[in-house]
């Protein structure tokens, strides 16, 4: 079985403007970032993103508006040679019903650990919302509450 490092993007990932960020000019890989991830890849964890989209629900913008953004965003990340290896995101909000994909809910680790192989009582959620840390931890996966836009390199370095 393979472990995995789940990363958050608003706040984790993307600098957290306060507002959705859907639009590729208003995306901005933070520090460390790519850095942070190739490291984790080289201890041996996949790292994957668990992300909500509401704004989707609300006809904010489109699936395909965050399809295009997480392209640009795994571009980036090619750069810097630390691609992440997979990306799931719901786009639900509560305004339009509940959903079990959304965090809190722990669809998407559940659908990411079938589909990678994860054992989750080996990998790591890193996040900027205690519902980021309440979905992870439904499955056992050991979570790390960070500040929006803080560096999460001291994390992985000590994986």
Do not use: W
Not at 33 to 45: D, L, M, N, P, Y
Request: hydrophobic share 40%.
């Amino acid at each position: 079985m393979n472990k995995a490092v789940f990363l958050d993007r608003d706040g984790v990932i993307n600098r957290e403007r306060g507002e959705y960020t859907f639009k590729i000019k208003d995306f901005e890989l933070l520090p460390g970032v790519a850095a942070t991830i190739k490291t984790a890849k080289e201890r041996g964890f996949k790292v994957i993103v668990i992300s909500n989209q509401g704004g989707i629900a609300k006809g904010l913008y489109t699936v395909e508006d965050t399809d295009k953004l997480h392209v640009h965003m795994q571009g980036l990340l090619s750069k810097e040679g630390a691609p992440v290896n997979d990306i799931f995101y719901s786009p639900n909000h509560e305004v339009t019903g509940a959903s079990l994909d959304r965090k809190p809910g722990s669809l998407l680790f559940e659908k990411a650990a079938y589909r990678h192989n994860i054992n989750c009582e080996q990998s790591f959620m890193i996040g900027d919302s205690l519902r980021d840390i309440e979905a992870a931890e439904k499955l056992g996966i050991t979570s790390f509450l960070i500040e929006p836009n803080s560096s999460i390199e001291f994390i992985v370095k000590h994986l």
